[in-house]
């Protein structure tokens, strides 16, 4: 993950999108220029990535799977560090993330999501 300056906590932490605005305003990210990942394993998948601030406090990244029939609800997380831990999320709590223009660091979407059951 040189590409976006992580070295990643092992695992993601997936959210579900839910509200119109959220799904409208995830649906206008896939469309914009992102990071994108080519892994060198082909038993991996591609993926859009864009840099993000996780509950206000954690840098990381959302990653958005190139795989077909993903859900066009989910997006998954990966930072430094432990997400669940250091944000103390639970199945069911709600994350606002924030994603990040690389060369501006402003708020462009806030995507409020639900850590899965």
Not at 85 to 99: H, K, Q
Request: net charge negative; aromatic share 6%; with cysteine.
């Amino acid at each position: 993950m040189s590409k976006l300056s992580i070295d990643p906590f092992p695992g993601t932490l997936n959210l579900e999108i839910s509200g119109r605005e959220d799904l409208e305003n995830l649906e206008t990210l896939r469309w914009m220029d992102s990071i994108e990942i080519i892994p060198e394993d082909p038993s991996f998948c591609r993926g859009k990535c864009y840099l993000a601030l996780m509950g206000g406090r954690l840098r990381g990244a959302v990653v958005v799977p190139d795989v077909p029939d993903y859900p066009k609800n989910k997006i998954e997380l990966i930072s430094d560090q432990n997400i669940k831990e250091t944000l103390s999320v639970n199945a069911g709590d709600f994350l606002e993330v924030e994603i990040l223009l690389e060369n501006q660091r402003v708020k462009l979407h806030a995507l409020k999501g639900v850590a899965p059951r």
